[in-house]
């Protein structure tokens, strides 16, 4: 069972940087995209950023020039750098990571972290 944690969520004030991490239970070559959502209460759930077993990168408009995603197969962890953030940032971040196996997609999602942003 694939387990994804996330963690480097926390208080801070607009402007400043966080680094968000998401470490799998296994080897993430298996995935063919890993990425990380956002949901805010009363809001869908939302996609920030994503990155493919090849390297693309895939940004939301709302992030772009300030969020940085990257991973580190090494380590089997994925990485979000947030800079200049905003109080609109605040939310729930999920890291998500998806696999095809025999034809399958599979989703996979951790338990999330908090990001709150104050003004």
């Known amino acids: 069972q694939v387990q994804l944690v996330e963690s480097g969520g926390g208080l801070v004030q607009a402007g400043w940087s966080l680094r968000l991490s998401c470490s799998a239970s296994?080897?993430?070559?298996?995935?063919?995209?890993m990425g990380w959502y956002r949901q805010a209460p009363g809001k869908q759930r939302e996609l920030v950023a994503g990155i493919t077993s090849g390297g693309r990168l895939n940004y939301a408009d709302f992030v772009k020039g300030r969020f940085t995603i990257s991973r580190d197969n090494a380590k089997n962890t994925v990485y979000l750098q947030m800079n200049s953030l905003k109080p609109e940032d605040t939310s729930t971040y999920y890291c998500?990571?998806?696999?095809?196996?025999?034809?399958?997609?599979?989703?996979?999602w951790g338990q999330g972290t908090q990001v709150t942003v104050s003004s």
């Open positions: 998500n990571a998806e696999e095809t196996t025999l034809g399958l997609l599979r989703k996979y």
């Open positions: 296994g080897s993430i070559f298996r995935f063919n995209v």
